[in-house]
């Protein structure tokens, strides 16, 4: 049983279909990406999920029950827009959210004080959230989402706004989450997190999933079309070679395109006969590529 | 339930906390001891004012028989007085009219008179024209004590003349003596059963003006509340956060009866206030010489009070919630809930404007209104004498409307929290309902 599975699920504002059987199956411990540009249809589907509004058809299973109020407790949040009461009390407002989804009034005091020693930010606790810098205020966001210590957790871009430290500190933050077991549902539009974090995907692309499964098969159906080449030397007449569409030099050596992957042979072959070569590699499609791909060609 | 009273708690909490109510409950307060104590500050005043007496000086002038005779008899008027405030004092003799203005001014100078009268001709009423002279601007009390003696006199000369006897004077300015009583003919829920005097009648008057203007400013001033702190969670975007961790109806109501609680402990506060200062031993002698009685007040206008400032509360702030929710800034607010602020004025105003005339149509159809009956059928109740049945018709038609708006009201706000950027229309709301299945 999936903690959590989306099975079809269909929504319309009046004439506008925001989106169109979308289903998906999280399992425990897994973080899962949805991926789309703006007005895809992300966050209906996670408004859907978090069951702030019911899909005109389809269903959503929370292990293998429907949605319940008692639900709720179970759930964390981090919306995309941040939000939090400015003018009060750190402390004060993370207990309010905590109680709210079930939590007595010590346990929520004990693992806020434990997250904001896992941020190294205890002295935060009485601090009112309008001192504290933006970076810090998405961290007691993130706080807030998972206080409850939820089994679901819906991260809506998680990492936005945070400077390259913080983004890593959250980061570890979540694979730690992930790895005790809890599920989670994540979107962003930065490629190289979700190929960090996520085993599963969908690719939604005006309100339908375009692309959808596990990061490495859809990597593998996606041709190899890039190769990386670092010689002693120059190498001479790679623009010849059958199959080559275009050849950049970097300070790291060259970046060649191909058309199909029996050129990247002979371009190994070419560059043995002339030089000594230190780095050969035929690199898998970046994510960030295959969506541009995707959702690229069909916006026309 | 339990979450229910977290929100409760959390509401009351920070509203409790916040450094702004203090401040404004505080000077309110003050204000209202102000207010409480203005009588006794009055009457402090007046008694420095009136223990002065104003010396006026007068000459026997050889040349002015009329002026002479009329001084002596303004001297034996004032000196019969209780409280006179004026003293006519002679200074010298004198030959003519100069020689007595230069010895008055002389007097005036020397501060052993604030001023002086001076004679003319002799006007129709009997009496020469009279001129009061000092060194003071617009002497005007001075000047309307000085008038009225002057009155008396004519008036004992001319009845002197005529040969009136003591006793017709006496009958003759003795007041006649009329008052009215308001009564009940029926039994009703009014407070004027055991008939009411005029003084009574004042009393109630002013006790339902301050009712009413504190209910109408306890529901503005909560309900508004309740919709910034909304439109403020709304805007703060925490309120998605919310949104996910309860659900919105008791959120809703978690929220108004947190400000409830905040609002009513406000009034209690005032009302402390306001009874504590009474009770000092000064103001209640100030009260008595001002015809207040705070024993006269009829305890059941207070129950109905506190029953239609229930209902009036929970009918607006309902409606407060529902605008509070579909605004998603808070510079947009002011203007969302002007609706609502007109229509408690009208109910406002009707019930103030009526305060002489509590029997009229506008007013007994205002009693049936619900959003005008919490200060229409208070004024009613405070001030004539509706029939039992008529207040039990309002107080359930404003039940009925109390469930009404609040189903309305969770229904808007079940929608409106979800919708950002510019306020919807009412179209746009109802096509939001229809697709969230709300």
């Not at chain 1, 709720?72 to 003018?87: A, F, N």
């Not at chain 2, 009055?42 to 009329?66: E, H, M, P, R, W």
């Not at chain 2, 006793?167 to 003759?172: C, G, T």
């Not at chain 2, 609040?406 to 179209?427: D, E, Q």
Request: net charge neutral; hydrophobic share 40%; charged share 20%.
């Amino acid at each position: 049983m999936k903690p959590l599975k989306v099975d079809q699920i269909y929504k319309q504002y009046g004439e506008k279909t925001a989106v169109n059987g979308i289903s998906f199956e999280v399992g425990q411990g897994e973080i899962y990406g949805l991926l789309g540009a703006n007005g895809a249809g992300k966050t209906t589907t996670m408004r859907m999920v978090l069951g702030l509004i019911y899909p005109d058809g389809g269903e959503v299973l929370y292990n293998g029950k429907p949605y319940s109020k008692e639900l709720l407790q179970s759930l964390g949040y981090l919306p995309e827009e941040r939000g939090l009461y400015p003018r009060i009390r750190v402390s004060d407002q993370l207990i309010y959210l905590a109680e709210l989804r079930g939590m007595s009034k010590r346990d929520a005091d004990s693992n806020l004080k434990r997250w904001l020693e896992r941020f190294e930010v205890p002295e935060y606790y009485n601090k009112r959230v309008e001192e504290l810098s933006k970076g810090n205020q998405q961290k007691i966001q993130f706080i807030a989402s998972v206080i409850h210590n939820p089994q679901i957790v819906i991260l809506d871009e998680a990492f936005s706004g945070l400077d390259p430290v913080n983004v890593e500190l959250l980061k570890s933050t979540v694979k730690e989450l992930r790895d005790n077991g809890t599920t989670m549902l994540f979107s962003t539009h930065r490629m190289e997190h979700v190929e960090e974090l996520c085993r599963n995907i969908t690719i939604l692309h005006r309100s339908n999933a375009v692309v959808q499964g596990s990061l490495k098969e859809i990597k593998s159906r996606y041709p190899r079309e890039r190769v990386i080449l670092k010689t002693e030397g120059d190498v001479n007449g790679l623009d010849a070679i059958g199959g080559v569409t275009k050849v950049n030099r970097h300070e790291y050596g060259y970046e060649i395109h191909i058309a199909k992957e029996e050129a990247a042979g002979e371009i190994l072959r070419l560059a043995i006969g002339q030089t000594d070569i230190q780095r050969f590699e035929v690199l898998e499609p970046t994510l960030n590529e295959i969506f541009i791909k995707t959702v690229g060609e069909r916006h026309e | 339930m339990n979450k229910f009273w977290t929100v409760v708690g959390f509401t009351v909490r920070n509203k409790l906390r916040a450094k702004s109510f203090l401040i404004t409950t505080l000077i309110m307060a003050i204000i209202m001891s102000i207010g409480v104590n203005l009588p006794a500050i009055i009457s402090l005043f007046d008694k420095g004012d009136s223990g002065k007496t104003i010396q006026i000086g007068y000459v026997v002038q050889a040349d002015d028989s009329a002026g002479t005779k009329l001084s002596e008899q303004l001297k034996s008027y004032f000196a019969s007085q209780e409280k006179p405030g004026v003293e006519f004092i002679e200074i010298a003799k004198a030959a003519n009219a100069q020689e007595a203005e230069k010895a008055l001014k002389a007097a005036i100078a020397d501060k052993k008179i604030k001023g002086y009268l001076s004679f003319g001709e002799v006007t129709p009423s009997g009496l020469p024209s009279v001129t009061y002279k000092s060194e003071k601007m617009l002497e005007g009390s001075t000047t309307l004590k000085l008038e009225s003696a002057l009155r008396n006199v004519r008036t004992e000369n001319i009845l002197k003349d005529a040969g009136v006897s003591e006793e017709q004077k006496a009958q003759l300015f003795a007041p006649v003596a009329i008052e009215s009583v308001q009564i009940a003919a029926t039994d009703g829920a009014g407070s004027t059963a055991g008939g009411k005097d005029a003084s009574e009648q004042g009393m109630a008057i002013a006790l339902v003006t301050i009712i009413i203007l504190i209910l109408f400013f306890a529901i503005m001033v909560t309900g508004q509340m309740i919709a910034s702190e909304i439109t403020s969670e709304k805007s703060s975007r925490v309120m998605e956060v919310l949104i996910t961790s309860v659900a919105p109806l008791t959120q809703m109501f978690g929220k108004i009866f947190g400000v409830f609680i905040v609002g009513l402990s406000q009034i209690i506060v005032y009302v402390l206030v306001i009874v504590a200062n009474a009770s000092m031993p000064h103001n209640s002698d100030a009260f008595k010489q001002y015809n207040i009685d705070l024993s006269t007040i009829d305890p059941m206008l207070l129950v109905y009070a506190l029953i239609y400032y229930l209902a009036g509360y929970f009918l607006y702030s309902t409606l407060y919630a529902a605008v509070g929710s579909i605004v998603s800034r808070t510079e947009d607010l002011g203007q969302a809930v002007m609706p609502i602020t007109l229509l408690s004025m009208a109910g406002f105003y009707i019930a103030t404007f009526s305060l002489s005339n509590p029997d009229s149509m506008l007013v007994t159809v205002g009693s049936y209104v619900p959003f005008f009956s919490p200060f229409v059928m208070m004024l009613r109740i405070g001030l004539s004498n509706p029939p039992v049945w008529q207040v039990l018709t309002s107080l359930g038609i404003l039940f009925v409307s109390i469930y009404l708006a609040g189903w309305l009201s969770a229904k808007i706000y079940r929608t409106g929290v979800l919708m950002y950027g510019k306020r919807p229309s009412w179209k746009e709301l109802r096509k939001a309902m229809k697709a969230y299945k709300i």
